[in-house]
T-cell receptor
Framework: DAGITQSPRHKVTETGTPVTLRCHQTENHRYMYWYRQDPGHGLRLIHYSYGVKDTDKGEVSDGYSVSRSKTEDFLLTLESATSSQTSVYFCAIDAGGVNTGELFFGEGSRLTVL | QKEVEQNSGPLSVPEGAIASLNCTYSDRGSQSFFWYRQYSGKSPELIMS????GDKEDGRFTAQLNKASQYVSLLIRDSQPSDSATYLC???????????FGSGTRLSIRP
């Protein structure tokens, strides 16, 4: 199994506070993704990265920023959390190599914004 | 129009029957197509990938692709209760390294 861990796994925060979710991989994969999952919407792509310092926006990037200063870490930041960002966040790596689409997911981070 | 569309279900199929899950996509330049399975409260896991028109079989699973109709399907033969899950269709967008998912179809296998 590709080693991928997300932290924190659960977080409750208040509207207006900053939140950072971390995705860490041990396999040196180039492509990493952040998705959010909400009932009725499936998985929606927030941001993705194709290398250190190389990132791009997905379908629902407003209100989110990302950083990738090292191959193994992909950080998702909510600068000022809102209740609409209450969701389950999944990080994924492209386990098949370079942009194969064969994603391996972390266990998810459940974020509640009050 | 959503880029990847699936019927949300629930789709109820008797044990031992064939379950048929469908997906359409809008980006005509897409080249790679995937089916993921997600059990309740768990992460999605890849079960099938398909890249060319036609059928691809893996055990009880068959993925079918028709690029002209922009249609992907997943057949599950001899359905088992353990197949009860949400099935997510995903497409590799042609213009970027984006993997776009449909909203998923919930499948329930009844004994």
């Amino acid at each position: 199994d590709a080693g991928i861990t997300q932290s924190p796994r659960h977080k409750v925060t208040e509207t207006g506070t900053p939140v950072t979710l971390r995705c860490h991989q041990t396999e040196n994969h180039r492509y990493m993704y952040w998705y959010r999952q909400d009932p009725g919407h499936g998985l929606r792509l927030i941001h993705y990265s194709y290398g250190v310092k190389d990132t791009d926006k997905g379908e629902v990037s407003d209100g989110y920023s990302v950083s990738r200063s090292k191959t193994e870490d992909f950080l998702l930041t909510l600068e000022s959390a809102t209740s609409s960002q209450t969701s389950v966040y999944f990080c994924a790596i492209d386990a098949g190599g370079v942009n194969t689409g064969e994603l391996f997911f972390g266990e998810g981070s459940r974020l509640t914004v009050l | 129009q959503k880029e990847v569309e699936q019927n949300s279900g629930p789709l109820s199929v008797p044990e031992g029957a064939i379950a048929s899950l469908n997906c359409t996509y809008s980006d005509r330049g897409s080249q790679s197509f995937f089916w993921y399975r997600q059990y309740s409260g768990k992460s999605p896991e890849l079960i099938m990938s398909i890249y060319s028109n036609g059928d691809k079989e893996d055990g009880r699973f068959t993925a079918q692709l028709n690029k002209a109709s922009q249609y992907v399907s997943l057949l599950i033969r001899d359905s088992q209760p353990s197949d009860s899950a949400t099935y997510l269709c995903a497409v590799n967008h042609s213009s970027a390294s984006k993997i776009i998912f449909g909203s998923g179809t919930r499948l329930s296998i009844r004994p």
